[in-house]
């Protein structure tokens, strides 16, 4: 048996969705414990692309359990709409189990999330506007709507009011934005809640059972370490925990119940959103990689910003989540750029930082450093063993591999299940 984490050791989208599907293989659960609908996990198997944004990346295969835990903040309306789109392509969802602790996001959070962004002006962060933040807030400030509350109708009543007599006043006074109706919401979301309701159950104790009897179990991180609201880009994150430890609380389970962490990366880096990038490339560079790597975002289509792989970074991610191996997707991508940089420390007035600045405005004063590496010309998209790659790919994956001093466990040159290189 084997408990393994999976986390995004970049700013997200580093095609964690696809290895988890692959892992999944041999798991018998897949959790997803943090963040919500601002996920968008792609899998792409037997030629169907999936997108996947609550459901556990595991839901592919008929026989596998597929979590959502705690600390997740579940948007009835679209899990829902995800779960018909997974039913109309003839897939199972009886392995589904939500966590009774789950806060549920209502149309108020997303109201209050496009309306704050608003309010930022051009200080916003970019959020996917699916009211992820202020989902988060009310459960810190303690007033959310857990499943358990929900999916009892006198409950979700009760604190649906108070709440939305609260937020009302906040979206018509403080934002000038138009008034919800409770009435509206109620008779909706009521319908969902019976929906739902039969798959709620205690995750934690599920989870802590099936590791016990020796089950293997994979936990799918949303996100990446970057958006990890303590130790990421503060505050151009996430208002959740993409690193390994967002696992134990947002399922309920203790550390030592982990066994390995794999991290997943890009073989060069990407952001959406706003906030500090060292190795942007404002250029045909970046506009190469965006247009062959079909870097567009995968919840809100929008364009994501590209650069080059910035070892700072993943050494920052290594750290925080503890990693025990590293995936290394979208090699093929890389296919005919002459010359490839990495990133290998920041120059701050003439000291080389090899660590990641917790203030984001010492960035300002820093310059990455580069490594040059040649690159290669054949496309790899249907390489099938690792040691038939070009001999300057296998230069690029040992020098990532020899300097973060993690082993490159996995190398993806393309979408489908097939194309991985696993060593
Ligand atoms: P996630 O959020 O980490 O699951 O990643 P996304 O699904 O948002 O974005 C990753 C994108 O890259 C998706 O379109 C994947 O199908 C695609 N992808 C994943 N691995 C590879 C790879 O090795 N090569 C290529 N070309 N595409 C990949
Ligand atoms: P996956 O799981 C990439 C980014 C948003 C924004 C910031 C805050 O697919 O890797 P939020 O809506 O969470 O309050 O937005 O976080 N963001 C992501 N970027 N991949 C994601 O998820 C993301 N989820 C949130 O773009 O910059
Ligand atoms: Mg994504």
């Known amino acids: 048996m084997s408990v393994t984490a999976l986390v995004g050791a970049q700013w997200g989208d580093e095609g964690k969705g696809k290895i988890i599907d692959i892992l999944a293989e041999k798991a018998d659960v897949v959790v997803r414990s943090q963040g919500g609908n601002n996920a968008g996990h792609t899998v792409v198997v037997d030629g169907v692309t999936y997108k996947l944004r609550l459901v556990p990346s595991g839901i592919l295969y008929d026989n596998k359990v597929c979590v959502i835990g705690n600390g997740i903040v579940l948007d009835p309306k679209s899990l829902l709409g995800e779960m018909n789109e997974i039913k109309a392509n003839g897939r199972s969802l009886d392995g589904l189990k939500i966590d009774a602790r789950a806060h549920v996001v209502l149309p108020y959070h997303i109201a209050l999330d496009g309306l704050s962004e608003k309010m930022r002006g051009g200080s916003d962060i970019g959020t996917t506007k699916r009211g992820i933040g202020p989902c988060y807030m009310d459960k810190a400030e303690r007033s959310g709507i857990r499943m358990c ?4 109708p006198a409950v979700f009543a009760e604190k649906l009011k108070i709440n939305l007599n609260i937020k009302n006043k906040i979206i018509t006074e403080i934002y000038g934005g138009e008034a919800l109706s409770y009435d509206e919401i109620y008779n909706e979301y009521v319908e969902y809640a019976k929906l739902l309701a039969p798959y709620v159950i205690d995750a934690s104790v599920f989870v802590y059972d099936a590791i016990k009897a020796g089950k293997n179990v994979l936990f799918e991180g949303a996100q990446g370490a970057l958006l990890d609201i303590d130790v990421g880009t503060y505050p151009y994150v996430t208002s959740s925990h993409p690193t390994a430890g967002g696992f134990c609380i947002g399922t309920g389970i203790g550390p030592t119940l982990i066994d390995n962490c794999l991290g997943v990366c890009k073989s060069y880096t990407t952001r959406v959103g706003k906030g500090p990038f060292p190795t942007e490339l404002d250029d045909e560079i970046g506009d190469a990689i965006r247009q062959r790597g079909g870097e567009y975002g ?19 991610a290594v750290r925080v989540n ?55 010309d054949e496309d790899v998209s249907s390489v099938r063993s690792y040691d038939d790659l070009p001999a300057n790919a296998k230069k690029y994956i040992e020098f990532i591999e020899n300097t973060l001093g993690v082993k490159v466990a996995m190398v993806g040159v393309g979408p489908s299940r097939d194309q991985n290189l696993t060593r």
Do not use: H, M
């Open 322 to 376: 503890g990693l025990t191996s590293l995936a290394v997707n979208k090699l093929d991508t890389l296919s005919g750029i002459k010359q490839l940089k990495v990133c290998v420390g920041y120059n701050k007035n003439g000291v080389l930082l090899k660590d990641f600045p917790v203030d984001i405005s010492d960035l300002s004063d820093c310059e990455p450093v580069y490594e040059t590496f040649d690159g290669w």
């Open 149 to 152: 509350d929900f999916i009892n």
């Open 298 to 316: 995968t919840v809100t289509g929008r364009a994501r910003r590209c650069g080059w792989l910035d070892l700072v970074i993943l050494r920052f």
